[in-house]
T-cell receptor
């Protein structure tokens, strides 16, 4: 079946550090891929997405590239801020399915 | 623009009491609707989804149920709450038909069963 695997957290960084959160997936065909962010006490917000191989999603300084050959969609940011502290979820949607498959989430804490 | 509402925002209920959580979407028609639960420090668990009025798909057998009495209304219910029902409940919607199917989430309801 379809699945998403994210790196185990929590991740703690200092402000302005480089961020990578790994995400790999298992799916047939060409799923759409997403990163969601959840700030404390809130619902999830779509951060970025990619719908086909080699697409790069970007938003708020975050980027992720859809790599079909490595079945990966790693999230990166060059310089994190304290306000980026949140839980990040990687997700996929298999074509023809009504559902998203989520990873378990990675908690990021950025210290000043 | 589309918005999604959930209420109540927080709820404290005793074990064995009933539950009703409501979710409504504005600014769209015929959305797909979803209920998730997020236990403390854990990921998302899909509970139910609906592609139309009266159409409910259950993902996890448990003492919860869902109903969709109107196109943009999705209700999560229980006749008797368990301690294990505590968690953060999230409603989400997505547009039906073709597309990348990103889901949009409501603000959530924090349920504590005592």
């Amino acid at each position: 079946g379809n699945s998403v695997t994210q790196m185990e957290g929590p991740v703690t960084l200092s402000e302005e550090a480089f961020l990578t959160i790994n995400c790999t997936y298992t799916a047939t065909g060409y799923p759409s891929l997403f990163w969601y962010v959840q700030y404390p006490g809130e619902g999830l917000q779509l951060l970025l997405k990619a719908t086909k191989a080699d697409d790069k999603g970007s938003n708020k300084g975050f980027e992720a590239t859809y790599r079909k050959e490595t079945t990966s969609f790693h999230l990166e940011k060059g310089s994190v801020q304290v306000s980026d502290s949140a839980v990040y979820f990687c997700a996929l949607r298999q074509g023809g399915s009504e559902k998203l498959v989520f990873g378990k989430g990675t908690k990021l804490t950025v210290n000043p | 623009s589309q918005t999604i509402h959930q209420w109540p925002a927080t709820l404290v209920q005793p074990v064995g009491s009933p539950l009703s959580l409501e979710c409504t979407v504005e600014g769209t028609s015929n959305p797909n609707l979803y209920w998730y639960r997020q236990a403390a420090g854990r990921g998302l668990q899909l509970l139910f989804y609906s592609v139309g009025i009266g159409q409910i798909s259950s993902e996890v057998p448990q003492n919860l149920s869902a109903s969709r009495p109107q196109d943009r209304q999705f209700i999560l219910s229980s006749k008797k709450l368990l301690l294990s029902d505590s968690g953060f409940y999230l409603c989400a919607w997505t547009s039906g038909g073709r597309g990348s199917y990103e889901q949009y989430f409501g603000p959530g309801t924090r349920l504590t069963v005592t």
